[in-house]
């Protein structure tokens, strides 16, 4: 009797969990999973913003429970601390996380997928947690609440990110370079925190500045988006520092950049520089900071049975959840084809950003471009969701790649 292969997903955030449920879905009985995290539910991150300005304790309502999803598709979940993978031998080390004080275990694989997203530096920031706010998960957003709600004296606000280290390898595809991870969240932040300071009485937009360690906040949007964003920003009454090169330190009343320059501020919203998991780092399927090196359809080329999509992979790049999927989709297809033996061709990551954004007083704004990457689309929408309305669902081909990565995948 031939052998079920036996899938192995590392990390079930957005990206371990969407690639384990494409995976049932093409694969279907005929491939065993197993999906191991430290967790046993993801952080909806995305929607932390939202609460925090309505007041709300994040925690309360963003941690979504995702094993119900998996028990229905037959796959296994592990809750356990990923240690180490041996691709020679085919085999991740871990230890449970249930409790403290478990053995080590391991598991074998035929086909493994790394889903671990990255490490977040806040502890690479001198005086971050003293100073520092991030809207990252739900305790650092409840801590935005408090403050926000119970200690703001009406100061500077000042948003953006650290730099961004990104890996190098002569096996990765041609891909652009960033200098911060995703600029998307600053800018989303900025326009609603505006918002609400208006709303609260306590500010607008001339309370906060955008900061980017680059030659221009958002590149990843293309010259065409920010030609029509940057102004905007402006018009607004927002300040903007670029080429900041990345965060010296931060004090209670300052950041202070490591080109030299300052600026005050009473509070200090971060987005830190992303790692790799430590483990992951001179592993022999990693770039020189220890992200997955594959090819575009998500593929190591020295372990074949190797896969990586999400933060962890390299390729991704900027860390923007839009890729993520996409990758997700492509990765599930070659790994179940291969088990089918379909003959059906993947097409390969075409990269682009796919971005929807809070505006506060229930606007909000749509980006969809490959310009970035070299290509030709290239389109900045406001007001969405009225647009939607007004359309009776009608939307126009713009909105397409919109549907296509929040629509309901799910099977149950």
Known sequence: MKKIPHIVVLGCNFAGLTVSRYLHK????????????????????????????NNHNPADSLEFQFQKHLKSDGSAFIQAEVENIEADNKKVFFTPSERPGAAQEFITYDYLVVALGCKLAFDKIEGFAEFGHSFSDTFYGNEVRNYLHNDYKGGHIVIGSDRFIQGKSPKLPKMPTALAACEGPPVELAFSLADWLKDNKKGDAKNITLFTPGEVIAEDAGETILKQLLPMVSDMGFGYKKETVGIKRLTKDAIEFKDGTSLEAEMKIILPNWEPHSFMK??????????????????????????????????TVPKLGSLGHMECEIASK????????????????????????????HKGFYMHTDEWYGGDTSILKMGFKTMYETLGGKVPSWGMPLSEVIGDHTIV
């Open 334 to 361: 070659v790994i179940a084809n291969e088990i089918l033996g379909y003959p059906e061709e993947v097409k390969p990551l075409h990269p682009m950003v796919v971005c929807f954004g809070d505006m506060g007083s």
């Open 282 to 315: 001179g592993l022999p399927f990693v770039d020189d900071q220890g992200f997955v090196v594959t090819d575009l359809y998500m593929r190591n080329p020295d372990y074949p049975e190797i896969f990586a999509v999400g933060d962890a992979a390299a390729v």
């Open 26 to 53: 093409e694969a279907r009985d005929k491939a065993k999973i197993t999906v191991i995290d430290r967790k046993n539910y993801i952080n909806f991150i995305p929607n932390i913003p939202i609460e925090v300005f």
